[in-house]
């Protein structure tokens, strides 16, 4: 749970409805021992705890350096007024989809209230116009880059651009060599997320056949693909092993529902022996496109949302996920990334030792819990 964001009466409902309920995950997980869920270490922006490091910034060299201490513990946001005047460097991922709206308007908010300029560019999910942004920006000498950059293919040279002008960033939700990593706890969302799908399927008596759709972009980074890897293993974790030939996976690199929507629909066209799928993807406008693939085509099953943005809210508070088909979303609480954003920042530039990743803490929300933490 992300600190200070839910008192304590309603810290214990979420872990009961959606993540660790004791007595039925316990349960489901004694039932179906076949399958073992291992998390792949070693994957930059998905580092295990124990793989993790404290890093200070040099700003001579203009590289982060390890320091000595324990980085696997929980990242804890400091917000208070710097010393003396700062500007950041905020170059957003996508204005346009409401995952991003929720960190700008915080980005914003905390900036005003600190006393803190902030110089913006909209990357736009182009990696062309993340270099062009990362050239802007550093040319105006900010203290401290926020970098929202989610094409992978673009990290290495906008990075450079921000080494060479010495300013010390962090990235949110994709790994940037010299650059601190924060967002989703990958892995660990989509185990969530996997396992709640595999509790709707176990209640309905659909484990056996069940199909696991995985709506991939490679172009997002292997951190991001832990994700969907997490979402297989937490299926099978409730439902026993799946046999690799009902684990299915198609591209979706627009990052748009409308793609998903049209992607999903020729794939079940395709496949007509998938009876029942449980399915998710990289954020919630894919997972609403893939849910409405399967209503549409009358396909029982349900989508699983990662990221509980407004398109997951919605479409979780939209109906039962019999008629949607869609189950709900795991929480990556956007409006709190400023938090802890800005937190880095200023706790990089006072010199104090910062995890090298940084992670959120996730929820499972379906619709009987989600008005608990969204109304």
């Known amino acids: 749970m992300i600190a200070g964001s839910l ?30 869920a291992r998390p792949q270490g070693g994957i930059q922006g998905a580092l295990l705890p124990s793989e993790r490091s404290l890093w200070t910034y040099d700003a001579a060299s203009g590289k982060y350096v390890v320091v000595d201490g324990d980085a696997s ?12 005047p700062l500007t950041f460097a905020f170059a957003e991922g996508w204005a346009a989809i409401p995952f991003s709206v929720s960190i700008n308007q915080g980005i914003y908010k905390i900036a005003n209230d600190l006393g803190i300029n902030i110089i913006y560019c909209d990357q736009e999910f182009k990696p062309e116009k993340a270099v062009t942004c990362a050239e802007q920006l550093s040319q105006q000498k900010p203290d401290f880059a926020i970098v929202s950059n989610w ?58 056949g069940i ?60 496949h007509p022996e998938a009876s029942f799928v449980v399915a998710t993807s990289i954020d919630d406008a894919r997972a609403a496109g893939i849910a409405k693939a399967l209503a549409q085509n009358g396909r029982d099953g349900a989508a699983v949302g990662l990221g509980c943005d407004e398109i997951g809210v919605a479409a979780t508070k939209a109906g039962e996920p019999g008629d949607t088909r869609f189950l709900g979303c795991v929480a990556y609480f956007p409006e709190k990334y400023p938090d802890y954003l800005m937190s880095i920042g200023l706790d990089v530039l006072d010199g104090k030792p ?11 929300l379906d619709k009987d819990t989600i008005a608990s933490v969204y109304p």
Request: with cysteine; charged share 20%; aromatic share 8%.
């Open 354 to 364: 910062v995890p090298n990743e940084v992670h959120i803490e996730h929820v499972f």
């Open 73 to 84: 513990a929980q990242y804890v946001p400091n917000l208070r007024k710097p010393s003396k």
């Open 7 to 36: 008192g304590s009466g309603r810290t214990a409902l979420l872990v009961l409805t959606g993540v660790l309920s004791g007595t039925t995950l316990g349960t489901a997980l004694a039932e179906d021992a076949a399958f073992t």
């Open 211 to 270: 199909t696991i759709f995985n709506g991939i972009n490679p172009g997002e980074g292997d951190a991001a693909a832990q994700r969907m890897a997490g979402f297989t293993d937490g299926v099978q974790e409730i439902c026993g092993a799946v046999p690799a030939e009902r684990i299915a996976e198609e591209i979706l690199d627009a990052g748009t529902t409308e793609q998903a929507l049209t992607k999903m629909t020729d794939w079940l066209t395709a």
């Open 151 to 208: 094409q992978s293919g673009a990290a290495e040279a906008i990075m450079k651009i921000y080494d060479e002008a010495r300013i010390p960033v962090a990235n949110i939700d994709v790994w940037h060599p010299n650059g601190i990593f924060f967002g989703a706890d990958n892995y660990a969302s989509g185990q969530i997320g996997g396992r709640a799908a595999g509790e709707y399927a176990k209640a309905l008596g659909k484990c056996d």
